[in-house]
């Protein structure tokens, strides 16, 4: 793990970012039962430098895994709950006038801070979802012809129940393809939620969270994930799964070449998570799915089939070769 502008990493440093990230998992753990794949799909987002989507039913712990990564993580965190009537300046920010100064003062948004929960997004106007594109995109906002830097580290949670419910909008496909991945909860088995049940039987377990990571060695981790070591042939890996989605016949729109980027880097980060500081060809396979599947649009007649996103993406993934040094075993 070494680049042009930095010395090699020491093997200890690695060590202690591994320690630090396995004891984020353990802490999230105590309060997330039975959810370890989305809580490493999540953390794989952070360390990427990127944002994540939690679609799914009301009470399955979408904000609370929010809630409570920003609590291990020790990060600044704000909380949106999306309204109809929330507006864009809430998120962006606004000037007002001081009399006493006679000039016209920002007042920051919700956006200025670490970790921002964007909770049921889609309840609020298409013209509030949009007011977070610059600031997911690009790390800034612009208020009256003045930009804004957003602090750093940035990141962006946003849950959302499932399109169809009362007072949900959908979220246009330009906003979608700034979620570097989407995540589903999904209900626990009979014993989990026998678990979930026991262990609030008294105090909250959030309120038992210890903080095990700071800003400054969160930087250091996407520091330690922008080095891990890609081949060239899993570029090409990466290009050719992407570039599937634009030929498959039940896809009438395909990820772009930002889903490309994504997928580079949240396999990057996933190598991480896993112990490793190289990407293997099973890292970009892990996470194909839930990186690209909120990315596409089926054609009419395969949602008439029933086909989903999720189908034809490991349809994709069967059919698409993968690359190997030398020979298989």
Not at 1 to 7: K, L, T, V
Not at 158 to 184: M, S
Not at 270 to 277: I, L, N, P
Not at 306 to 323: C, F, K, M, N, Y
């Amino acid at each position: 793990m070494n680049n042009e502008n930095s010395p090699e990493r020491s093997s200890s440093e690695l060590e202690q970012y591994l320690g630090k990230t396995a004891a984020v998992v353990g802490e999230i753990e105590k309060v997330i039962v039975g959810k370890r794949p989305e809580i490493i799909l999540l953390l794989t987002a952070m360390f990427s430098g990127a944002h994540v989507l939690i679609e799914d039913v009301p009470g399955t712990g979408k904000t609370t895994l929010a809630a409570t990564v920003a609590k291990v993580t020790g990060l600044e965190f704000r909380r949106a709950q999306f309204t109809p009537d929330i507006m864009a300046s809430d998120i962006t920010g606004f000037n007002i006038y001081n009399r006493q100064k006679e000039e016209f003062e920002f007042r920051q948004g919700l956006v200025m801070c670490n970790l921002l929960l964007a909770d049921e997004i889609n309840r609020a106007s298409p013209k509030t979802q949009s007011a977070l594109l610059e600031a997911m995109e690009e790390n800034k906002v612009t208020v009256d012809g003045v930009t804004y830097p957003v602090p750093d580290p940035f990141m962006v949670i946003a849950t959302q129940n499932p399109t169809g419910y009362v007072g949900t909008y959908p979220l246009p496909e330009a906003q979608l393809d700034r979620f570097a991945l989407k995540i589903r909860m999904g209900y626990p088995s009979p014993a989990e939620e026998v678990g979930i049940l026991m262990a609030r039987r008294g105090v909250n377990p959030l309120d038992s969270v210890a903080n095990v990571l700071s800003a400054d060695q969160l930087r250091g981790i996407r520091a330690a994930v922008s080095d891990v070591r890609i081949d060239e042939t899993l570029y090409s890996y990466i290009v050719a799964l992407v570039g599937a989605t634009r030929k498959h016949p039940s896809l009438a729109l395909g990820a772009s070449p930002r889903a490309s980027v994504a997928l580079m880097r949240l396999s990057q980060a996933y190598a991480f998570v896993r112990g490793r500081d190289y990407v293997l060809p099973d890292d970009i396979s892990a996470i194909f799915r839930p990186a690209v599947g909120h990315r596409l649009i089926l054609r009419q007649e395969a949602r008439l089939k029933g086909t989903g996103a999720e189908e034809v993406l490991s349809d994709i993934l069967r059919s698409t070769e993968v690359p190997y040094k030398g020979k298989r075993a």
